[in-house]
């Protein structure tokens, strides 16, 4: 119960006790014990810092990944996470998890690198193409897939050629299944093969009107071939199976600001922003959106109350400098920098920027 009121996580206890609170809860339990018992489990203010992208969280989290007595489900959960941290011990993280004993361990630092640049994708990943399990050499397959493979050695494209081929195989065996339709999509768009890609994204929604992922990603491709027009109406058709989904409303925003319909954009940036604000990218860019309309105070109260909900989001907090900035508001400017360089205290360019603001 301490941990629920601390984090908001459930408890047994209040599962039956379902008429009092987490406080009433905890209070009781130290009123038997004399103090508050401490679990076994002790990763849930790591997992919980990592997803509310707190500022320590990696640092909360590195000890919990580098100690093979923790379960792996835990470890594999933070590594996962830790994709979306800035934090510079990432990588060293990263290069451990590829040689885990645990093949979860593995396949987590394998979707924990799908945001970083190709080189490192390339290093970390392209042994693994040779692991003992097959899903490790899948999903390291899956994430080289779209890396032109054209001046890579005999062997080296051979293991990736064999990976490729594995996880397709995996996924037309699950093809009555959306998600694997979806994920057939996804790599042969990657792979250059168009038809096919929308081809597997039609199927998905033919076996699942109401599967989001499949109108999102469909919809990027035809952007790609320069049919933004078609990308919108899928969309739109989207919302209409599914109208609450944040991540339809955010896609369709996206797409009206390249057609530079930017008052109906900002409409469905808002709605994503208010469907799920746990997900700062969501607030981010509808801020941005409300910025680039001259709205610069809803853009700042926007990105503040983001702010409040995730205090480590480094896009966040570098949008509430740079347009406090360029709004005059040298003061919350210096004041929200400081937050980012507590956390990058060694950034040469928070550095020169904290000057300048102080000149």
Sequence with gaps: PDLSVKLGTQNAFNNCHDKESALWAATKMEEWYGKQPVGHQIFASAVHAMRKQLPAAFDLSQPLIADSEQPAIVRATLLGLSGQSAHPGVMAALREAVKDEDPMVRVSALLAMESMEPLSRVQLAFPLLEDDARVVRMHAARLLAA????????????????????????????????????????????????????????KALQLQPKFA?????????LNRQNRLDEAISLLEKGIGQVPDNAA?????????????????????????????????????????????TGDISGAILELEQTHGRHPGDTDVLLALVTINRDAGNNSSALRYLRKLKKMYPENAGLLQMEQQLTR
Excluded: T
């Design 248 to 292: 339809l409303h955010h896609a369709l925003g996206l797409a009206l600001v390249r057609k530079k319909d930017v008052k109906r954009a900002l409409g469905h940036l808002s709605r994503a922003a208010e469907i799920e604000p746990d997900v700062a990218r969501y607030s981010y860019v509808y801020a941005i959106g409300l910025q680039s």
């Design 213 to 221: 992922p499949a109108y999102i990603n469909q919809s990027q491709l």
């Design 147 to 202: 890396i032109p493979a054209g001046d890579l050695p005999a062997r080296q494209k051979s293991l990736l050629d064999a990976g490729i081929q594995e996880y397709v195989d995996a996924q037309l065996f699950n093809a009555e299944r959306p998600e694997s339709q979806v994920n057939l999509g996804g790599i042969y768009a990657d792979l250059g093969r168009i038809d096919e890609a929308n081809s597997a994204y039609q």
